[in-house]
């Protein structure tokens, strides 16, 4: 009743385009009756009642025939140009024959009277084989103007379905326009008066609300601020005075305390870091700690390669675990549908339909985990194609500054063998980025994994590395001590010898300097072995004592005297390893107590080169305060005016705005807002009619006139094609005439060799008797054909078109008919004409259809 309500209204309100979607839906319905039977159009029952044309033509010339008859073309292009070899052929044995002399040399007359003839014949054979390529062009003429003619007739009619569906479309367009017409109105009213009123009095109210909101915080930060800058002003006077007095006792701490002190903790440590058994003693500490270092990166690289491994293998595991419920989902749906089949009641009918669901979700759960799979393996092969380009990348580098370095013809040769690399490294780069896609959770954890395993990989590695490092500057250091005691010992050795061949005091006091400093160079790497020694002795009571550990954990959890007597046995041992470790720091304790005393001089010397710029730093902090605290107490008197005047400047706006908002802004917004909502309303109400009804309808005939357009467009190509194909058949054609003309001249010219050079044997050999032509025919011949007239009346065999048959008939004629059918005028086969006497009635019910909708408009507008 409320819809029956407002469409009365409206038509009472002269709203024409109500009775416009009648009268249009009668006319289409009409329309499409009529169009309907042409345009293999199939109604159904339920269907929307709009204007619906479904465009299925097909061209009279289907694309095979097209195709054939291109191909019959070219075949025949190719017969003509076989025929013109054989005519070059016959033409230049003919310029050779007329060369030839008379000679008294009996088989070689005999031989040039044999090549004569048998050019002869191949002269006939040509004039035979141009003939049936002239048939053959003048058919493929035919078959081609039968094509042109039948796309024209397609161009025609797909035209004509075109104009009926454009009719179709520019009747819906002009009922949804009406319709349209009424909904732009009530937008133009909207947009012109009631949603700029509205907007108008929406912003009016909420500007009020936010510079009231604006002026009630402002009133609290300048009361605020107010008591601020009071304390502000006697606060900066305070600093200023403060700040000079640190300046000047900061500076007499740094040059009375702090530098004295920075000095001497530098010459100290300088002095302990230069012994060589404590930077061998370091060495080893640093080699060792890498070394540990190393080891724990190689562990945590295995781990991250584990962790991406094992996302790997769960997205294998799904999906065998989603294949595996797809069988089982499949086996299911046989067992529902054999059940079914046996007894079709509507509860097997359900389990087939929840069978077919379990399907489709196990398909969908199955190419998701492919889909996962795949992109894991795709991130795989990309991260191996980047690992490649990097490599060929550099090899490019280097190749490149060995070209510019020397231009060789070898570094030439490696520098186009590195670019070709590098493009394949490009090209597998770039392939394998684009088979690889990030778009969910699973992935970006792989790929997350992926990065991580790498990453850990790349530390590890340069971990050993630096560990290697490391070992080799203590190695470097063991062995220049090694090196020194060698030098040391030889040049004792030498000594000595000088002494033994001249005993005197200064040699004496020679070998022992020597004797000295060979003892020096023992102690140094005597000291350097012995710390070997020790950090094996404490890497083995470690190990001694986590064995301990083990023992006792397996004496408490599993007390027995098995238990009992291995912890025995591991606390012997470490108590051994223990006395190990002490007995070897005995000897190095000296050194030792030299590197401690280092690293505390060593921080010593941090903490005064700290005091010593911390020092500094606070003296420039100091001088940069002290001009930020002067302009603060410059400023901060005019603060404090300003902060009074901004709190009775706001007390005063609060209330005009309160005022002001009470009343008028709240009324006229009230208003403002009844008239809006009553047009969005009236909108809704036009715009749920254009959609349900005369939308729709235009939808569907401009999509009936986009496949007439279509179906014209590609009866237009086939006409092109045709068209195109005609001109390549009359240009067979043609040539196909000149050919034949050229080769009867040939044979002309072949002719007159045999009536000139040859004699009369062997021109009856050639003419008479029984002979064998080109097709297979034999004739009898009794009397000599030596002259024109006789070879004229011979009988020949030619092809003769029969129109439109693709086939030749030979017939038998003289030479003089053959030649004048060759001056003879084409036939023109006459081509099949085509009819649609059923679109005329059909389109005539279209008509019918369509006055009988205007006529029930018509009866609605009276009524």
Not at 524 to 548: G, I, Q, R, S, T
Not at 613 to 636: M, R
Not at 817 to 828: F, I, P, V
Request: aromatic share 4%; with cysteine.
């Amino acid at each position: 009743m409320p819809s029956s309500k407002v469409h009365f209204k409206l038509y009472k309100a002269k709203k024409n385009w109500v009775s416009a979607g009648l009268v249009t839906t009668a006319v289409l319905a009409g329309l499409t009756l009529g169009t309907a039977k042409s345009n293999d159009v199939v109604a159904h029952a339920d269907a929307t009642p709009v204007a619906t044309q479904t465009v299925n033509q097909q061209t009279t010339t289907p694309a095979s025939q097209t195709t054939e008859t291109n191909s019959a073309v070219d075949k025949t292009s190719d017969q003509i140009s076989q025929v013109k070899d054989e005519l070059n052929k016959v033409q230049q044995a003919n310029d050779a024959n007329k060369n030839v002399q008379k000679t008294n040399d009996a088989n070689k007359a005999a031989d040039q009277d044999q090549q004569i003839v048998n050019n002869h014949k191949a002269a006939k054979q040509t004039v035979k084989d141009a003939q049936d390529a002239q048939a053959t062009a003048k058919l493929d003429v035919d078959n081609a103007q039968n094509a042109v003619k039948q796309a024209q007739e397609n161009v025609d009619k797909t035209s004509n379905d075109l104009n009926d569906a454009q009719a179709v479309q520019n009747a819906a367009q002009e009922s949804y326009d009406g319709n349209q017409n009424a909904i732009t109105d009530a937008d133009k009213d909207m947009n012109t008066n009631i949603k700029p009123a509205k907007d108008k009095a929406d912003q009016a109210y909420n500007d009020q609300l936010a510079y009231q909101k604006q002026l009630e915080n402002g009133l609290s930060q300048f009361q605020g601020d107010l008591e601020n800058k009071k304390e502000a002003e006697k606060a900066a006077q305070t600093k200023v005075d403060n700040t000079n007095n640190a300046i000047t006792d900061a500076y007499n701490e740094l040059r009375n305390n702090i530098k004295p002190a920075k000095d001497a903790a530098d010459q100290a440590y300088n002095d302990a870091i230069n012994d060589q058994d404590v930077k061998y003693f370091d060495a080893k500490d640093a080699a060792k700690a890498d070394q540990a270092a190393a080891d724990q990166a190689v562990a945590q690289a295995t781990k991250s390669a584990n962790a991406a491994n094992n996302l790997k293998q769960a997205a294998q595991d799904a999906v065998t675990s989603a294949q595996a419920t797809l069988d089982a989902a499949n086996h299911q749906l046989q067992c529902d549908m054999s059940a079914w089949r046996h007894n079709r009641n509507h509860e097997n009918a359900l389990a087939v339909n929840k069978s077919k669901r379990a399907v489709q979700a196990a398909e969908d759960a199955l190419a998701a985990a492919k889909h996962n799979l795949d992109n894991m393996n795709n991130y795989d092969a990309l991260k191996q194609a980047q690992v490649a380009d990097q490599a060929a990348t550099k090899a490019l580098e280097e190749a490149n500054a060995a070209v510019a370095e020397d231009n060789s013809e070898w570094n030439q040769e490696a520098q186009a063998a590195a670019q070709s690399s590098f493009n394949t490294a490009e090209d597998t780069l770039a392939n394998a980025k684009g088979s690889f896609v990030n778009d969910n959770d699973s992935i970006a954890n792989y790929v997350a994994a992926k990065d991580k395993a790498d990453a850990d990989q790349v530390a590890a590695d340069q971990a050993a590395t630096k560990a290697t490092d490391s070992q080799a500057v203590a190695d470097a250091i063991k062995n220049a001590a090694q090196t020194a005691l060698n030098d040391a010992q030889h040049q004792y050795q030498r000594e000595i010898s000088g002494y033994r061949h001249n005993p005197s005091h200064e040699n004496a006091v020679r070998v022992n300097s020597a004797k000295q400093v060979r003892d020096n160079a023992q102690n140094v790497l005597d000291n350097m072995n012995n710390y070997d020694a020790y950090l094996a002795a404490k890497d083995n009571e470690n190990a001694k004592l986590n064995a301990l550990y083990q023992a006792q954990q397996d004496e408490q959890q599993n007390p027995s005297d098995w238990t009992e007597e291995a912890l025995d046995q591991a606390q012997s041992e470490y108590d051994d390893a223990q006395n190990a470790a002490v007995a070897a720091r005995a000897k190095v304790a000296d050194k030792l107590a030299l590197a401690n005393s280092r690293a505390s001089l060593k921080n010593a010397k941090d903490t005064a080169d700290k005091a010593y710029d911390d020092q500094v730093a606070y003296i420039n902090q100091l001088e940069a305060g002290l001009n930020n605290f002067s302009n603060d107490l410059n400023n901060a008197q005019q603060a404090v005016k300003d902060a009074q005047q901004k709190v009775d400047d706001t007390n005063n706006a609060i209330t005009d705005a309160d005022n002001d908002m009470k009343n008028n802004i709240a009324p006229a917004k009230a208003a403002a807002d009844k008239a809006y909502n009553d047009q969005v309303s009236y909108i809704n109400m036009l715009e749920d009619h254009l959609n349900k009804l005369t939308g729709p309808q235009l939808a569907a005939a401009k999509q009936a006139t986009a496949a007439a357009t279509k179906a014209h467009d590609d009866a237009v190509n086939a006409k092109t094609v045709a068209d195109n194909n005609l001109t390549k058949a009359n240009n067979n054609k043609a040539a196909a005439d000149q050919l034949v003309a050229d080769a009867q001249a040939a044979m002309d010219t072949a002719d007159a060799l045999v009536d000139e050079k040859v004699p009369s044997y062997i021109k009856h050999d050639d003419n008479q008797g029984t002979t064998t032509d080109d097709n297979g025919s034999t004739t009898n011949v009794n009397t000599p054909t030596d002259n024109e007239a006789a070879r004229a009346g011979a009988v020949v065999t030619i092809p003769v078109s029969t129109g439109a048959a693709t086939a030749t008939t030979p017939a038998t004629m003289t030479r003089a008919q053959y030649r004048a059918q060759l001056n003879s005028a084409a036939k023109q086969n006459a081509l099949p004409q085509t009819s649609n006497e059923d679109s005329v009635g059909i389109m005539a019910l279209g008509t019918v259809s369509a006055m009988f909708g205007l006529g029930l408009a018509a009866r609605k507008r009276e009524a």
